[in-house]
């Protein structure tokens, strides 16, 4: 068994599916029936499955993804449309600072 790719609901598969293929790498593939996915360079593909229902609520689930700056991949997360959520936390383990994609999905960048 191998994970062959991770699907996240949206509104706007077409938009969302740009951001992380500019946030990540990889070229933007848009599919019939609204679908569309990223093949980000050395990781898993992205699949945006559209769905009618808006998100309201906090993920079960999310991404993190190491940084080497934390605060260099917040800068051009932004600027591509994701928001900061919070300040950067630090324990034991390194630093993580928490965002949300243009649909308000979570994700981390850790260090």
Same mark, same amino acid.
């Given at each position: 068994?191998?994970?062959?790719?991770?699907?996240?609901?949206?509104?706007? =598969?077409? %938009?969302?599916?740009?951001f992380w293929a500019e946030? +990540?790498?990889? $070229?933007?593939?848009?599919? &019939?029936?609204?679908?569309?996915?990223?093949?980000?360079?050395?990781?898993?593909?992205?699949?945006?499955?559209?769905? =009618?229902? %808006?998100k309201d609520v906090k993920?079960?689930?999310? +991404?993190?993804? $190491?940084?080497?700056?934390? &605060?260099?991949?917040?800068?051009?997360?932004?600027?591509?449309?994701?928001?900061?959520?919070?300040?950067?936390?630090?324990?034991?383990?390194?630093?993580?600072?928490?965002?949300?994609?243009?649909?308000?999905?979570?994700?981390?960048?850790?260090?």
């Amino acid at each position: 068994m191998r994970l062959e790719q991770i699907v996240l609901d949206s509104n706007d =598969p077409a %938009r969302l599916v740009r951001f992380w293929a500019e946030l +990540l790498g990889g $070229e933007p593939v848009e599919r &019939e029936h609204g679908w569309a996915h990223v093949e980000p360079p050395g990781g898993v593909r992205m699949s945006f499955q559209p769905v =009618p229902e %808006r998100k309201d609520v906090k993920n079960r689930f999310h +991404l993190d993804f $190491e940084v080497d700056d934390i &605060e260099a991949a917040v800068v051009k997360a932004v600027s591509l449309g994701a928001t900061r959520d919070g300040v950067v936390h630090t324990d034991e383990k390194g630093s993580f600072q928490v965002m949300r994609d243009p649909e308000g999905n979570e994700f981390c960048f850790v260090r």
